[in-house]
């Protein structure tokens, strides 16, 4: 064989096995997608609603320190630019992803398909049919000029 043909053939294979993983594991890849997305989300919501049980009550970062513990701590000992790329960037990158998804799915399930007679009533039948004639006779006037 040549090296030609093996590579083409490489090439072909690896596209239908590619086709045929993605068509077998893709609802379960999609339910994957969601079940993290819904965590990240919800890890976010429980950590801004633990952080502002401590930030309301107490006005000084002091006082919020002395009143926080564990993971609350931490951010708040944190750099402002540190906890916007740990904890605020993140949910952006996540709504970003979560409308680009809305759009596509949106966009797929709303395409337009052409009309079916059998879904016409008899007077859109009847306009159609006139409709059709009168563009036939139309078509063929200009050509016996």
């Known amino acids: 064989m040549s090296f030609a043909f093996q590579k083409k ?4 294979r690896t ?7 993605m068509k077998k594991y ?7 997608l969601v079940v993290a997305d819904v ?10 609603i633990m952080l502002l049980t401590v930030v309301i009550p107490y006005h000084n970062k002091a006082e ?20 916007f790329f740990a904890f605020v960037f993140p949910i952006f990158l996540v709504l ?15 395409k337009k398909e052409p009309a079916k007679i059998e879904d016409l009533t008899e007077e859109q039948k009847e306009e159609l049919r006139q409709e059709l004639l ?4 139309n078509q063929s006037k200009p050509e016996e000029k």
């Open 64 to 83: 919020q320190l002395a009143h926080s513990q564990g993971l609350i701590h931490a951010i708040l000992e944190m750099p402002a630019a540190g906890s």
């Open 96 to 110: 970003a992803g979560n409308i680009v998804g809305l759009m596509l799915y949106v966009r797929k399930t709303t």
């Open 9 to 12: 053939y490489y090439t072909i």
């Open 39 to 48: 965590a990240v989300i919800t890890f976010f919501l429980v950590v801004s």
């Open 26 to 32: 893709k609802k379960p890849l999609l339910i994957a």
């Open 134 to 137: 009168r563009d036939l006779q």
């Open 15 to 21: 596209r239908i096995d590619s086709e045929i993983i």
